[in-house]
């Protein structure tokens, strides 16, 4: 099971923290990512990082202002947000993948319940 947490309200500009959190099962052997989806809009890819964290892929939407990271220890998976935008309000979901990193949804099998990201302008 996945746990994601850390969203909240924030001001453009702001930054947060989102974290999951894995029980039940160990996150080191997983490739994990960060989905979005923000209202009347479809589930897309954020960011995803490989299981040993020295890889990661970014959409371009926030590449330079997002940051995944895991500890394997804590088991648990980061998503640090700077530089937060209006289009980045959406409900964040994190997801495990089996076989690669991967930026497509259907690639991750297990994913987590979300947490919301709400920017005021």
């Known amino acids: 099971q996945l746990q994601a947490s850390g969203g909240g309200l924030v001001q453009a500009g702001g930054s947060l923290r989102l974290s999951c959190a894995a029980s039940?099962?160990?996150?080191?052997?997983?490739?994990m990512g960060w989905f979005r989806q923000a209202p009347g809009k479809e589930r897309e890819f954020v960011a995803a990082i490989n299981r040993g964290g020295s890889s990661t892929y970014y959409a371009d939407s926030v590449k330079g202002r997002f940051t995944i990271s895991r500890d394997n220890a804590m088991n648990t998976v980061f998503l640090q947000m700077n530089s937060l935008k209006s289009e980045d309000t959406a409900v964040y979901y994190c997801?495990?993948?089996?076989?690669?990193?991967?930026?497509?949804?259907?690639?991750?099998?297990?994913w987590g319940q979300g947490t919301l990201v709400t920017v005021s302008s």
């Open positions: 039940g099962r160990t996150i080191a052997s997983y490739y």
């Open positions: 997801a495990a993948a089996i076989t690669a990193i991967s930026r497509s949804s259907v690639d991750y099998r297990y």
